[in-house]
């Protein structure tokens, strides 16, 4: 009888589409959607509809209308309801994405814990609801981690560039609210396609902390790394320098240009000042940025000596770039790629407030990272990798060429 049903919505899905094409998408959507979690009650009953079995661990109790947003639209779908001592909720319907799930389990905590405040407590009306029991918190975390954990912890291979940073969030440890360093990793592969490959909370930038997240990345299979971006932070140099000591390392150029206005000593200099760094970093080349900057050097070596040997000290850390092929160096001679990504963490971080301890950040965090890591290596390339070959193939035939024009002279 269930297999004639089940046999039944389909052939009306399909009288459906071949009579009305897909003008009738959203119809056939719901009597499959429908028909699907009829089976998923099923499976969860452990029995069949009026099936009488010792292995039954609930009963059927009807239908709740419900009307959903999809793609295709907005449908009443009818949701399968139980009776029982069984857990059940259709999984096609289950709510929101993976980080607005975590986000609303991120405020939940707060709430079973104890430590709620006004905001929370209204937050939580609009998208929770009141009634959060601890153990549904608990039932719900786990599932969570479990999937979340597997992609933080996932094999990694051969990559070629490799972006740092971290940003803080504000998370209650021991009783007292402290900022905890979230540490994240975004790597080009050798196809160009960019992809988040690590992400941890700690205490502090410190060394140790950053050591142990590279050596992390490293025992999941990183290799392959030929190129570095990241900020100046100490704990962070010396972890490089432990862990990828050979590797050419590059100091973010808008870190840099930002670093050099407290070097400068008159409001009215610092607009010229941005000017002559960004020419040399906009240089054509090498050769021509060494140049540039030697001049800049010269030109405030009088009127502001501390500037002057700020820029003979630090700007050449910026300028590994130019040892890249000429189509990768603006999009990889920054870390702007992940500032733009804690600005989109800190819209939906901002929501939570406090979190409740680190692995509810990280549990918000890893969701976010792992949506957007996905999205990013299911689009189009970030670099095209090809280019240093056509590059190394031209600069070869140019030379060529010029052989031949001085030998036919």
Known sequence: MTHQQHHNAFEDAMELLNENGFDSFAEIFRLLLNEAMKIERSQALAAKPYQRCDDRKGYANGY????????VGRIKVDVPQVRGDVDFYPSALDQGSRSERALKLAIAEMYVKGISTRKVTAILEKMCGLEISSSQVSRTAKLLDEQLSRWRQRPLGQYHYLILDAHYEKVRESGTVRSCALFTAIAVDTKGKREIIG??????EAEVHWRAFLESLQKRGLHGISYIVSDN?????AALNACMSNVPWQRCQFHLQQNASAYVPKVS????????????FNARDLQTAQEYLKHCIEKYNESAPKLAGWLEENIPEGLTAFQLPKAHQKRMR???????HHKEINRRTRVAG?????DSLLRLTSSIQMELSEEWLTTKCYLNMNVETEEKAKTANSRKNEIYRNNVA
């Open 233 to 237: 932070h100490k704990g962070l140099r």
């Open 269 to 280: 200099m610092r607009t010229k000042v941005a000017d002559d760094i960004r020419e040399i």
């Open 199 to 204: 992400t941890s909370v700690s205490l502090s």
């Open 334 to 340: 920054t870390t702007n790629m992940l500032e733009r």
């Open 354 to 358: 406090i979190f409740p301890n680190s």
């Open 64 to 71: 709740k209308p419900r009307t959903i947003d999809t793609r």
